[in-house]
């Protein structure tokens, strides 16, 4: 293993923003390379600790066995140390956001400008990866996310063996995404996306790590035997069932992520947050997986509060 500076940023009032990667494998002519970023925004801790968590299984099996890497792997747990470190979500000095700012440009802000270096530092490899969370306040099961373009590698998203793989349908924003650039420019890229806003499940966090094991064998990037995994199901917007909060208050899931619910099912209840009575029962519109769920015990009138993938079976 190298632990490889790849870029570095003076800044006015903290320590230099260094951003590292670690280098793994042999380089054997004939077998992929694949890179693996996480750590774009500062609530991205699950991600940050997946990543580091494969750094330390690689550098353990290398020790043991120099052969055990075929190809090569680049980790990068971290980016956005700044954003980490304040507990922030974006940049902090201008709040904006990396990850809409690819392929990036070496003399604009300061986010065009880490994205340039970043992007430069990894563009070249023939897979990709990026783990990262929702934007909202959710807890979801860890699945893949695709952009639907003529770029998207469905069959190569099945080998990480999560259960569900969602086609996003392309928006402007994407085009500015790792994600999309890493696509544009020859790469297999895929996004894994769980929880982990600022904490940590170890569930989730095992079956991600345990997903990018899965892939980078199945691959032959590395030479261990693992087991399948999920026989993936791919689905879209029209395959997820959206349930919303029809009052504001204190927000009580009665289910949680990954269980198989019915139409009509009781899943959460609202109470009014002073008097305590409940203002609201939440139920199940369809049958279903919970895939996502509201994290957050105040809940607003109209938010989203439950994501079912809908069984196919009408």
């Not at 991205?44 to 494969?54: C, D, H, P, R, T």
């Not at 999309?180 to 420019?185: D, F, K, L, P």
Request: hydrophobic share 40%.
């Amino acid at each position: 293993m190298i632990k490889e500076l790849l870029f570095s940023f003076k800044s006015p009032s903290r320590d230099d923003l260094n951003v590292y990667g670690f280098r793994f494998g042999n380089k054997k002519e004939g077998y992929p390379k694949i890179a693996i970023v996480s750590g774009m925004n500062g609530e991205e801790i699950a991600g940050v600790f997946s990543a580091a968590q494969l750094v330390h299984f690689l550098q353990e099996r290398e020790t043991l066995d120099p052969n055990f890497i075929n190809g090569e792997v680049l980790i990068i747990p971290s980016v956005n140390h700044f954003a980490l470190n304040m507990g922030k979500r974006f940049w902090p000095l201008d709040n904006t956001d990396i990850n809409v700012m690819f392929p990036g440009y070496d003399k604009g802000e300061t986010t065009q400008r880490i994205a340039f270096k970043l992007f430069e530092a990894i563009k070249d490899f023939n897979f990709g990866i990026v783990i990262e969370d929702r934007k909202d306040k959710a807890d979801c099961m860890p699945y893949i996310r695709l952009i639907d373009s003529n770029y998207m590698d469905i069959e190569g998203a099945k080998s990480f063996g999560l259960q569900f793989i969602h086609t996003k349908k392309f928006e402007p924003v994407d085009s500015g995404s790792l994600l999309y650039n890493w696509e544009v420019w020859g790469a297999k890229a895929y996004s894994i996306v769980f929880s982990g806003k600022k904490y940590l499940f170890q569930t989730e966090n095992d079956l991600v790590l345990d997903a990018l094991i899965r892939f980078i064998s199945i691959h032959k990037i590395i030479n261990l035997k693992v087991s399948g995994g999920y026989k993936s199901d791919v689905v879209s917007h029209e395959n997820v069932e959206i349930v919303k909060s029809p009052k504001a208050g204190i927000f009580k899931p009665i289910v949680k992520t990954g269980i198989q619910v019915r139409e009509g099912q009781l899943i959460g209840i609202v109470y009014d947050s002073l008097s305590g009575e409940v203002k609201s029962h939440i139920h199940a519109k369809s049958d279903g997986i919970v895939s996502c769920m509201y994290s957050d015990p105040l809940i607003f009138q109209q938010t989203i509060v439950f994501r079912i993938v809908k069984f196919n079976n009408k």
